[in-house]
């Protein structure tokens, strides 16, 4: 069964360090979103993108946060200048022909800033 | 804003009870609704989905929600439960509009043997 991967599953990183968090959505999907979830917390959306764009995005996905499909297969997260409160984890996920349809999400990457 | 509620955060019952978590959402136009499940260690999987028609929807494991629009509620329900269902349960809502899905805070689901 076609899955949605993400590497790595636990990132350790200092203050003010840039991370990349990578996923690799299912191959035919066309929509791809970041959702985080810090702990103790609702799981919260960060930014959706399609055909090479974002096509939503939220409050909390400010300028330290960009996304980029590079290679045609991996879509990533990039947060510029960690912070103590970008602790979390974070959930790429994957829709197929229609934005609404059924998403599929990978396994996490959890972040940990120190 | 909308916004989800799940009203139970731990629930705890025996091998064939019956199950039901409440969802509530608060948005006044079309919605699409869903359930996600995350087993221990497992990342999160469909359920269900309602989209249009039918309210009462059925999905995988036995699983069935019924979406009343009067009172802005999808509660999932399951008329026997098994110890494999031990997991958490998220319902999340989109507005038809827009793209992102609007998570309540999860029900975590123990079911002693």
């Known amino acids: 069964e076609p899955e949605v991967t993400q590497t790595p599953s636990h990132q350790v990183t200092q203050m003010g360090q840039e991370v990349i968090l990578r996923c690799v959505p299912i191959s035919n999907h066309l929509y791809f979103y970041w959702y985080r979830q810090i702990l103790g917390q609702k799981v919260e959306f960060l930014v959706s993108f399609y055909n090479n764009e974002i096509s939503e995005k939220s409050e909390i996905f400010d300028d330290q946060f960009s996304v980029e499909r590079p290679d045609g297969s991996n879509f990533t997260l990039k947060i510029r200048s960690t912070k103590l409160e970008d602790s979390a984890m974070y959930f790429c996920a994957s829709s197929g022909k229609e934005a609404h349809t059924e998403a599929f999400f990978g396994q996490g990457t959890r972040l940990t800033v120190v | 804003a909308q916004s989800v509620s799940q009203h139970n955060h731990h629930v705890i019952l025996s091998e064939a009870a019956s199950l039901e978590l409440g969802c509530n959402y608060s948005y006044g136009g079309t919605v699409n609704l869903f359930w996600y499940v995350q087993y221990p260690g497992q990342h999160l999987q469909l359920l269900l989905k309602y989209f249009s028609g039918d309210p009462l929807v059925k999905g995988i494991k036995g699983f069935e929600a019924e979406f009343i629009k009067s009172k802005f509620s999808f509660n999932l329900r399951k008329p026997s439960v098994q110890w494999s269902d031990t997991a958490e349960y998220f319902c999340?809502?989109?507005?038809?509009?827009?793209?992102?899905?609007?998570w309540g805070a999860g029900t975590k689901l123990i079911i002693k043997p």
């Open positions: 999340a809502v989109n507005a038809a509009s827009n793209y992102q899905l609007i």
